[in-house]
């Protein structure tokens, strides 16, 4: 399209075309395109005598208003480049914090995940002791309860032979004591040694004594006492014995369990600060994934904007160097046109 001046210039010099020498060479000097067409043709009525010197103003007008778009294109051309530049450095350098901060999150993760693998492996060996030490403690409960039904049980068999011992003891004595010159009954005899085999044994000497016996006189009935209250005091001084090994066994079973207790005390402490630094370890590899997957969302999402940016760039400046080239041929075509004009403007006067 033609330019306002060269409207302007139409207009002013539309008179008469002839053809003249300065238009000739004008024609030689200018590339063939539209403009320079155009632009011989509106000069081609400027050899109108009278004219001529406001053809001069209005292609000085045209070259100053060029020189001007040029002046400002490229200004502005300049600041648009320098945007596009810092927005690309910026771009640049988020890619780079991203991307540092992925490699960062990464070695973190190979750590945490190694602290997880090591956390795992302390929590299952402390959850094992723990195991073995409530075993152990069940097992010394369980020890002490036999300890205790055994004694029991030997303290309630000792009792029940030492009541029956006493029992006999008694009728002997009561025997001896009358001086009746008579003793137990044989059917008595026989229940007595039958008992104390019961209580004490078949080769118990007390059965023994009693049932070999060619006669139960006293002497054999003094004999018997004496056995019986040996016997008896032997079995009182047992249980007497075994009580007060009680106390020592009663005290080291409190030892045991106070040990254990304290060892599994220790150990639920380990299992509880194991636990809880597994699962802060575990939360923070969850928070370092989700961190990492926004990360990598960000990188592609600023790799495709970086790569927009200078696809822009390369666009608006190879747009931009079409346009000025055009606009240096269209100023170039202006000088050279009131160049000739200047230099045949007496001739193209006449």
């Known amino acids: 399209m033609l330019s306002k001046s060269l409207i302007v210039l139409v207009i002013v010099t539309m008179a008469i075309a002839t053809e003249s020498p300065a238009l000739q060479q004008l024609r030689n000097k200018l590339d063939q395109n539209d403009y320079n067409s155009q632009l011989v043709e509106m000069l081609e009525l400027s050899l ?4 001529l010197d406001r053809v001069f103003e209005l292609l000085q007008k045209m070259v100053d208003d060029l020189t001007g778009q040029i002046n400002a294109a490229n200004l502005d051309h300049a600041s648009r480049m320098a945007g596009f530049e810092q927005s690309i450095e910026q771009l640049e350098a988020n890619l780079a914090s991203i991307q540092n901060e992925v490699q ?41 309860q036999k300890e205790v039904q055994a004694m029991e049980t030997k303290q309630s068999a000792s009792s029940k032979i030492l009541a029956a011992l006493e029992e006999i003891h008694d009728r002997l004595v ?3 004591l009358s001086n009746t010159g008579s003793f137990l009954e044989e059917s008595e005899k026989k229940e007595m040694i039958k008992q104390i085999k019961k209580e004490l044994g078949h080769k118990h000497p007390l059965a023994l004594l009693l049932e070999f016996s060619s006669k139960f006189d006293e002497a054999t009935a003094k004999r018997a006492i004496e056995l019986i209250e040996q016997i008896i005091e032997s079995i009182k001084e047992g249980q007497l014995n075994r009580e007060a090994n009680q106390t020592s066994v009663e005290q080291n079973f409190n030892a045991l369990v106070n040990e254990v207790t304290v060892v599994r005390d220790k150990l639920e402490q380990d299992n509880q600060k194991t636990t809880s630094a597994l699962k802060n370890k575990q939360n923070d590899l969850k928070i370092i994934q989700r961190r990492n997957k926004q990360l990598y969302k960000n990188q592609e999402n600023t790799q495709q904007l970086l790569e927009t940016i200078r696809v822009q760039k390369d666009l608006y400046d190879s747009n931009f160097r079409s346009n000025a080239s055009k606009r240096e041929g269209q100023l170039n075509s202006l000088k050279t046109a009131l160049q000739i004009l200047r230099d045949n403007e007496q001739a193209l006067k006449k």
Do not use: M, P, W
């Open 48 to 51: 109108a005598g009278g004219q």
């Open 104 to 144: 960062t999150n990464s070695r973190k993760v190979g750590e945490i995940t190694q602290a997880i693998s090591t956390l795992t492996s302390t929590s299952v060996a402390v959850k094992k002791q723990l195991e073995t030490i409530n075993q152990r403690e069940e097992q010394i409960r369980d020890n002490r």
């Open 174 to 176: 009561k025997a001896v």
